[in-house]
């Protein structure tokens, strides 16, 4: 057998013997980091006609919107403009689902997280 043909060997027998201790990107079965520690369960879904959850939802996303555009926030060493930006995407897809009269808890969910986290790191 040649070098080479041994050393690929090798990785692939290294590899096959790590098994579970290598999770895939999206980290399905793995260790679950809570980031909305802070937020805990959404006030949101306490709401009970779509239209005013829909205008909560849409404050949260103007909120977060107007951070991620600004300089500020932009260029600080604070993650603020990185959550909101997940804000902005979280809650723009929790305005889709109430567009069909949908709420989805998972993103109403991440919505609140998020902009919550975003908040914290500002002050």
Same mark, same amino acid.
């Not at 692939?12 to 079965?29: F, K, R």
């Not at 604070?78 to 804000?87: G, H, K, N, S, T």
């Given at each position: 057998?040649?070098?080479?043909?041994? /050393?690929?060997?090798?990785?692939?027998?290294?590899?096959?013997?790590? %098994?579970?201790?290598?999770?895939?990107? +999206?980290?399905?079965?793995?260790? !679950?980091?809570?980031?909305?520690?802070?937020? %805990?369960?959404?006030?949101?879904?306490?709401? !009970? %006609?779509?239209? =005013?959850?829909?205008? =909560?939802?849409?404050?949260?996303? $103007? =909120?977060?919107?107007?951070?991620?555009? $600004?300089?500020?926030?932009?260029? /600080?060493?604070?993650?603020?403009?990185?959550?909101?930006?997940?804000? #902005? @995407?979280?809650? %723009? #897809?929790?305005?889709?689902?109430?567009?069909? /009269?949908?709420? +989805?808890? +998972?993103?109403?969910?991440?919505? @609140?997280?998020?902009?919550?986290?975003?908040?914290?790191?500002?002050?």
């Amino acid at each position: 057998m040649t070098k080479l043909a041994k /050393s690929l060997l090798c990785c692939v027998a290294l590899l096959a013997s790590a %098994g579970t201790a290598g999770y895939a990107a +999206d980290l399905a079965g793995g260790p !679950q980091i809570e980031y909305c520690q802070v937020a %805990g369960a959404s006030e949101l879904l306490l709401t !009970q %006609g779509v239209p =005013e959850l829909r205008a =909560e939802v849409v404050q949260l996303m $103007d =909120e977060s919107v107007a951070v991620s555009e $600004d300089p500020h926030w932009i260029f /600080s060493a604070r993650p603020a403009f990185v959550w909101a930006v997940e804000a #902005k @995407a979280a809650c %723009g #897809k929790a305005i889709g689902y109430l567009k069909a /009269s949908y709420r +989805d808890e +998972d993103t109403l969910n991440k919505c @609140a997280c998020f902009h919550s986290r975003m908040v914290e790191y500002m002050n």
